[in-house]
T-cell receptor, first 111, second 114 residues
């Protein structure tokens, strides 16, 4: 069974731009969550979607948003990029209430 | 507020030795405690997880010990191998990892010396 896939793997943007990241969960998984990983703050929960509905959101500004499609694929968007948004963005999927599996991440660099 | 505190930040163990990483949590509503292994350039990979109704869980060379009264849990890697060199994260969640998200420790950089 294929794992969580994320595209693109690397992105370079400039301040003020917006970016959209994509994630395809493991087949059959309906829960998709997003995390930000930085050296300073570590791994932080952004939000989680299930059946196209956001069920929970972490402590991030409204510039960070997401959505989930009927096929469980998900996208996250960051608007008005800041230098501090440079990070590894990880998508994860799960089938039941545990066993969360992560993708390889998208490395975003904001210049 | 750091809800999951992980120690040590870095650890060097000789090949064949036992690696021990500790975590402490504050939120008593947490009921699911996984450990993840991350190699450079990769996403975290689920190693092993435990719920508070058991005090220990073993899978191969990896063991989680859980102390509910002390709000602490630890990962033991037996017969540590150079291939185990990676960053390890403990995490906690209130309803499994999905809906409420995982709260992670800051990570432990483990080096196994041959």
């Amino acid at each position: 069974k294929a794992g969580v896939t994320q595209t693109p793997r690397y992105l370079i943007k400039t301040r003020g731009q917006q970016v959209t990241l994509s994630c395809s969960p493991i087949s059959g998984h309906r829960s998709v969550s997003w995390y930000q990983q930085t050296p300073g703050q570590g791994l932080q929960f952004l939000f989680e979607y299930f059946s196209e509905t956001q069920r929970n959101k972490g402590n991030f500004p409204g510039r960070f948003s997401g959505r989930q499609f009927s096929n469980s694929r998900s996208e996250m968007n960051v608007s008005t990029l800041e230098l501090g948004d440079s990070a590894l963005y990880l998508c994860a999927s799960s089938l039941e209430a545990d066993s969360v599996f992560f993708g390889p991440g998208t490395r975003l660099t904001v210049l | 507020q750091q809800q999951v505190k992980q120690s040590p930040q870095s650890l060097i163990v000789q090949k064949g030795g036992i690696s021990i990483i500790n975590c402490a949590y504050e939120n008593t509503a947490f009921d699911y405690f996984p450990w993840y292994q991350q190699f450079p350039g990769k996403g975290p990979a689920l190693l092993i997880a435990i719920r508070p109704d058991v005090s220990e869980k073993k899978e191969g060379r990896f063991t989680i010990s859980f102390n509910k009264s002390a709000k602490q849990f630890s990962l033991h890697i037996m017969d540590s191998q150079p291939g185990d060199s990676a960053t390890y994260f403990c995490a906690a969640s209130m309803s499994g990892g999905g809906a409420d998200g995982l709260t992670f420790g800051k990570g432990t950089h483990l080096i196994i010396q041959p």
